[in-house]
């Protein structure tokens, strides 16, 4: 949902120079050598631990395993469609204060650090624009940019917070992730699907109550 009219492409802005974190693009250098070999180690590991893989639906699995998760940090690569935003107008004073845009949710997908398995969920994106701002599709992709990632929670959550402040220098930023973590679903006692739940607030949000709980109320958090 969106909380003031988006600006349309001819007033588009480049930002940075590609100077931003966020927008940089770091290619990976792996090779075909390098894949054959991470391939015979799932192989090795998959076999050890009980896999069939002389089967025609497993023959491939260890391919497949090593491609996905390649696919699955992608975020590594950063993201040029990161690079415009648009200017706008800020009108100061209170209109721009409270003017909120807010996202969500947008559907995540991330692997743990710990345990280089899957935490998935939603995000909640809000912002309070000053002079530039972000198209809805941008803010889709920067979510992805660092949840597609070796990472944790908290720290996803941080960079999109920090991402968005460094991008469009707005007069706050507010996040809110949910997640499920299958590093503490899949295996040892069973839980009953916890949600885990993070909050970051910048600028403007930090010391205002009242827009935090407008920006859940718009999510339809309320509780
Ligand atoms: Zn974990
Ligand atoms: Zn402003």
């Known amino acids: 949902m969106s909380f003031v009219e988006l600006a349309d492409a001819s007033n588009e802005v480049n930002v940075g120079g590609g100077s931003i974190e966020v927008m940089d693009l770091h290619r990976r250098e792996i090779s075909d050598e390098q894949l054959r070999r991470f391939e015979q180690y799932a192989a090795e590991m998959f076999s050890a631990f009980g896999m069939e893989l002389n089967s025609p639906a497993t023959v491939d699995t260890p391919r497949r395993f090593v491609r996905a998760l390649l696919d699955a940090t992608a975020g590594y690569e950063g993201d040029p469609k990161l690079l415009t935003v648009f200017e706008t107008e800020c009108r100061g004073g209170p209109d721009c204060r ?53 990472t944790l929670q908290e720290r996803v959550g ?34 009953t699907s916890p949600l885990t739940r993070t909050t970051f607030w910048r600028g403007e949000y930090e010391n205002n109550p009242a827009l935090r709980a407008e920006f859940f109320v718009a999510c339809g958090l309320q509780r």
């Open 98 to 150: 409270l003017s909120q845009v807010i996202e969500g949710p947008i559907q995540f997908y991330a692997l743990c650090e710990h345990h280089a398995l899957p935490f998935y969920g939603h995000a909640y994106v809000g912002y309070i624009a000053h002079e530039r701002i972000i198209g809805i599709s941008k803010l889709t992709r920067l979510v992805r940019l660092f949840a597609r990632r070796f």
């Open 158 to 191: 941080q960079q999109i917070a920090d991402g968005l402040d460094a991008m469009l220098a707005p007069h706050g930023v507010a996040v809110y992730l949910e997640a499920h973590h299958l590093c503490t679903q899949m295996r040892g006692v069973q839980e």
